[in-house]
């Protein structure tokens, strides 16, 4: 086992995103995922029925407990519902030098709102400079710059922007763009990378988690000494995989398989088998 991430987000009780869907991912990638709870939510696959928050005191505990012990290899964030708990949270890593990896979770699967309107501009001014990744989906980069985005070369453009921000890098995914085909951009101060491109879309309804299995899928990359593009690309490749295997639960947004690097890899998958990166 290689690898401390740290997860400050919330909890999804359909097991399907949040903290649930991040530990399943930096563990089956082979690190060690550790928590701070933001809120609570009543969720399933249909939906977010109700949103619980955990005091900011509370939160600060769970980070300095977790960091004075345990230490952290990386860190990453996912739902911060509002200005008073990112700024709890910034303040709470303002000594951590660990690489950070930012969700900007805005909606939740189903649509419902998971980031008060009040908070974004908080989000912008806080913890984006903060960001060693920011890993945002179409709508979140256009609420974020206030730009449309409609192509590839517009994830490009838009990620740009957001690099302007402060973050160190940003990788925009391109899974809301229309056509048959998905691409995401890695945009850093080097320039930009393409990240799998033209990869299949598989016409399915369990896709719920994605966004958060991605960034901690990320996050244990870096924690494990990988460079930003091969913890991108395999974060990319664990993330597509376990869409196609998707168990297939519930009646709305289904959740993904993220066990399946711990199931024997198809011929086409050797992406995980024989990786060194890999305790």
Not at 89 to 101: D, G, K, N, R, T
Not at 154 to 162: H, I, K, N, Q, S
Not at 178 to 187: E, R
Request: charged share 20%; glycine share 12%.
């Amino acid at each position: 086992m290689k690898g401390r991430v740290l997860i400050i987000a919330g909890s999804d009780s359909g097991g399907g995103a949040g903290i649930q869907a991040d530990i399943k991912a930096v563990t089956a990638l082979g690190g060690f995922a550790m928590t701070a709870i933001t809120a609570l939510t009543a969720q399933n696959t249909l939906g977010v029925h109700d949103i619980h928050g955990v005091s900011e005191d509370f939160i600060t505990k769970q980070i300095d407990v977790v960091l004075g012990d345990l230490g952290a290899d990386a860190i990453k964030t996912g739902m911060l519902h509002s200005p008073s708990v990112i700024q709890t949270v910034v303040s709470a890593l303002e000594s951590c030098v660990a690489p950070i990896v930012v969700d900007p979770v805005m909606r939740a699967k189903g649509g419902a709102a998971l980031l008060q309107p009040e908070a974004q501009a908080a989000l912008v001014d806080l913890l984006l400079p903060r960001a060693t990744l920011l890993t945002p989906n179409v709508p979140e980069a256009e609420a974020l710059t206030g730009l449309s985005i409609s192509s590839v070369a517009d994830l490009r453009t838009v990620g740009e922007r957001l690099l302007a921000m402060g973050p160190k890098a940003v990788l925009m995914k391109g899974g809301h763009l229309d056509g048959a085909a998905m691409t995401d951009v890695l945009v850093t101060e080097d320039g930009a990378t393409v990240i799998g491109l033209g990869r299949e879309r598989l016409d399915t309804p369990h896709t719920h988690g994605t966004g958060c299995t991605l960034a901690s899928a990320t996050a244990v990359g870096l924690a494990q000494s990988m460079t930003m593009q091969r913890s991108v690309e395999r974060a990319v490749a664990y993330v597509d995989r376990a869409i196609r295997l998707a168990p297939g639960y519930g009646q709305g947004h289904g959740p993904i398989n993220h066990a399946h690097p711990l199931e024997r890899a198809e011929p086409e998958d050797d992406w995980f088998e024989g990786d060194d990166d890999h305790d």
